[in-house]
């Protein structure tokens, strides 16, 4: 099997299209019957994509977050859970990688796990009492010291990825001292269990059920960071939610193109596409993308190109990229869905699984109303200074 490391970016980008083409076969089974999709996660590690975004220094791809950003949009056009799904293991290890926020041997165990055997990591923070960790809720989950272990109790939800994680950096609440921990569980560790709970509307196949802990038991070191609840740094990774539901968006915009251009009623003549009603949405629809991607990887560019202290200050911009590209591709599926016309609620219809699925991302962070406030500062701080 050839491998994505192996490449060039071409090459890169040719494999990873010709890889996702695969999932739409069975992108509609596994939304109807909420189920996983183990192979395409199969075909993920074949490929060697978990490990094409951990550093170069640490024996990874080493690529781009505007490529990375190009991959992930590519697997959502074919399935669009399975690319929010693998898009949180993808930012995260890219993140840590470049940030270097655990000790560096804790790092590298788990970059070589992924190397090696395709291993996935995601956060748990999400739980039902405290809702959106970006809220600023303290965790229930806790945390015990017990000589040199720690004792960890809790329920996460929303723990996407949950059927094949082997990482969960799980945040829990210190006991003793009322901080707020991220620690590393080994989901094989006694005591861990998954409560298939997952039955939302939207993104059915992304296996985000519950993540139980029952006096897990883990190393001292598996203490890798503290955190203050609700703020967190710019992270460029995060685009990889915008990314998916772009690439969701533009699915929708082939099956409306296809199906005006092949469509014609007995009542004209030629297809629906000449109709001038239909290209005026056609058009919004193009101009929208156009915009979205525009937007994306310019953004995208930018976070590689700058420093440290320049990627600080990138908040807003980041927030501003999620928040206009999910209500972007939010308002090409439903175009496409007029285009298309009745047709498009069929439950054999790709649109209306697009159209559940693009609007699980006015949920994921961050949230419209925190970016709008977060503008709204930026400018009056940059305006008036």
Request: proline fraction near 4%.
């Amino acid at each position: 099997m050839e491998k994505l490391q192996n490449l060039d970016f071409r090459g890169r980008i040719s494999l990873m299209e010709e890889t996702a083409k695969q999932f739409k076969e069975t992108a509609r089974e596994h939304d109807e019957n909420a189920t996983f999709p183990f192979e395409n996660f199969e075909k993920l590690k074949a490929i060697g994509y978990p490990s094409l975004s951990i550093p170069k220094v640490y024996g990874g791809g080493g690529i781009s977050l505007a490529e990375l950003m190009k991959h992930q949009e590519t697997i959502a056009k074919y399935d669009g859970a399975t690319a929010l799904s693998i898009g949180w293991h993808m930012g995260i290890i890219m993140d840590l990688g470049e940030k270097k926020t655990w000790e560096e041997e804790k790092y590298k165990k788990v970059a070589a796990d992924v190397i090696e055997n395709g291993a996935l990591i995601n956060n748990l923070a999400t739980e039902p009492a405290t809702g959106s960790p970006t809220r600023g809720g303290r965790p229930e989950t806790t945390a015990v010291k017990d000589g040199d272990t720690w004792i960890l109790n809790g329920r996460k939800t929303f723990a996407t990825l949950s059927p094949v994680l082997k990482y969960a950096s799980v945040s829990a609440t210190i006991e003793d001292t009322g901080e707020v921990g991220d620690f590393i569980v080994d989901t094989e560790l006694e005591g861990v269990s998954v409560d298939e709970t997952w039955n939302s509307v939207a993104m059915r196949a992304s296996g985000s059920h519950d993540f139980i802990m029952k006096n897990v038991r883990v190393k001292e070191e598996d203490l890798v960071s503290y955190r203050t609840p609700g703020k967190k740094d710019p992270s460029g990774w995060l685009l990889h939610i915008p990314a998916c539901y772009l690439g969701i968006a533009k699915a929708a915009q082939k099956a409306a193109v296809d199906f005006a251009s092949t469509y014609s009623p007995n009542s004209i003549k030629g297809t629906i596409s000449e109709l001038p009603n239909v290209q005026e949405k056609l058009g919004r629809i193009e101009m929208a993308v156009m915009e979205a991607d525009a937007f994306l990887y310019t953004i995208a560019k930018e976070w590689d190109d700058v420093d440290h202290e320049k990627r600080e200050e990138m908040g807003p911009k980041l927030g501003a990229v999620k928040t206009s590209i999910v209500n972007k591709a939010v308002d090409i599926v439903d175009l496409s869905m007029r285009v298309v016309g009745a047709k498009s609620l069929d439950a054999d219809n790709e649109l209306q699984r697009h159209y559940r699925n693009v609007r699980a991302g006015l949920h994921n962070p961050p949230m419209d109303d925190m970016v709008i406030i977060n503008l709204a500062e930026s400018s009056i701080k940059r305006i008036g200074e």
